[in-house]
């Protein structure tokens, strides 16, 4: 399979103190949607920068296309389209103004009128940018990211304050940019937004990649395949130990009050769960099980939920 991305050994160091990312290994294959996905603060914006040409490593090797930064940059900025998480543009331009004005940083652009039907922006071709809702500027960005015909999309939280509608619109147009062969590189803060458009993922934590496979992949190396999570009052409210004796049980975690349990056979854990409340003379207020999910593998390998510093 071609690889569209590969870096060897990346290391970037601040003020030759902080290692914000540490020997980091990566191979995109193209035409995949790989995710990269980390808490605040692991290294993975730094990780993109570098792989955007926005960024010198401290060592290591980058590859994009086969070509690297420091001999073929130009044309590599031809090649490749970035969507930030906030991207500025003119409030004062209207939609095609500003879709011309980033189709003329390449010499074989898309045609505007293309990518205006493509990301449902014909009505709004002569609306001032200033005037657009928060789903069609953040369609806007990804437009001007498109405009240039690249090979690999790079988006950087795409979704984010979006409403359920627009979030499914940019999810088709992630699908159909995949269609064409193209690679995307997307980085997200929703579990099931990689769930569902990310061919393999890496999760990054304190600079380095701590697991990486399909979404399938990940949460199969769970040691339990279901969670059942659950809540009491009374005396056993804080013992965790005690249910970690539970049959079938590979794993307790404790967040604020409710419990989550790894295991394989819930049918096996729920009566025991139910007959040490009771032996416990405790209170069950809450219970559902559930499929274990990319959520899961994230908070188990990083102890962190994906939005917490």
């Given at each position: 399979m071609e690889v569209a991305i590969q870096c060897r050994g990346l290391r970037k160091t601040y003020d030759g103190k902080v290692e914000a990312v540490?020997?980091?290994?990566?191979?995109?294959?193209?035409?995949?949607?790989?995710?990269?996905?980390?808490?605040?603060?692991?290294?993975?914006?730094?990780?993109?920068?570098?792989?955007?040409?926005?960024?010198?490593?401290?060592?290591?090797?980058?590859?994009?296309?086969?070509?690297?930064?420091?001999?073929?940059?130009?044309?590599?900025?031809?090649?490749?389209?970035?969507?930030?998480?906030?991207?500025?543009?003119?409030?004062?331009?209207?939609?095609?103004?500003?879709?011309?004005?980033?189709?003329?940083?390449?010499?074989?652009?898309?045609?505007?009128?293309?990518v205006l039907e493509e990301l449902s922006l014909q009505e709004k071709a002569d609306a001032l940018v200033g005037k657009l809702s928060?789903?069609?500027?953040?369609?806007?960005?990804?437009?001007?990211?498109?405009?240039?015909?690249?090979?690999?999309?790079?988006?950087?939280?795409?979704?984010?304050?979006?409403?359920?509608?627009?979030?499914?619109?940019?999810?088709?147009?992630?699908?159909?940019?995949?269609?064409?062969?193209?690679?995307?590189?997307?980085?997200?803060?929703?579990?099931?937004?990689?769930?569902?458009?990310?061919?393999?993922?890496?999760?990054?934590?304190?600079?380095?990649?701590i697991a990486a496979g399909t979404p399938a992949e990940l949460i199969e190396r769970l040691t339990g395949h279901h969670v059942v999570e659950f809540a009491i009052s009374g005396q056993g409210a804080d013992n965790g130990a005690a249910w970690a004796k539970l049959p079938g049980v590979q794993s307790v975690r404790a967040d604020d009050g409710l419990f989550s349990l790894q295991v394989n056979e819930p049918h096996e854990t729920i009566p025991a769960l139910l007959a040490e409340v009771q032996k416990q003379r405790a209170q069950l207020v809450h219970l559902t099980t559930r499929q274990a999910s990319l959520e899961d593998v994230f908070v188990q390998l990083t102890g962190r939920h994906l939005r917490e510093d």
């Open positions: 540490r020997g980091l290994d990566l191979t995109i294959n193209m035409g995949e949607c790989f995710g990269l996905l980390g808490p605040n603060g692991a290294g993975k914006t730094t990780t993109i920068e570098i792989l955007e040409g926005l960024l010198e490593p401290t060592s290591g090797e980058v590859e994009v296309l086969g070509r690297t930064w420091q001999s073929h940059a130009r044309e590599l900025r031809e090649w490749l389209g970035i969507s930030l998480q906030e991207t500025r543009l003119s409030e004062k331009l209207t939609v095609r103004e500003t879709l011309q004005l980033f189709s003329s940083f390449y010499r074989h652009p898309s045609s505007v009128d293309a928060g789903g069609q500027k953040q369609r806007l960005a990804v437009a001007t990211a498109l405009v240039a015909d690249p090979r690999i999309l790079f988006l950087d939280e795409p979704t984010t304050g979006l409403d359920p509608q627009s979030r499914r619109q940019l999810w088709d147009i992630i699908r159909q940019f995949q269609k064409r062969n193209g690679t995307v590189l997307l980085t997200t803060h929703y579990m099931d937004e990689a769930e569902r458009l990310c061919d393999r993922l890496a999760i990054i934590d304190h600079g380095q990649i």
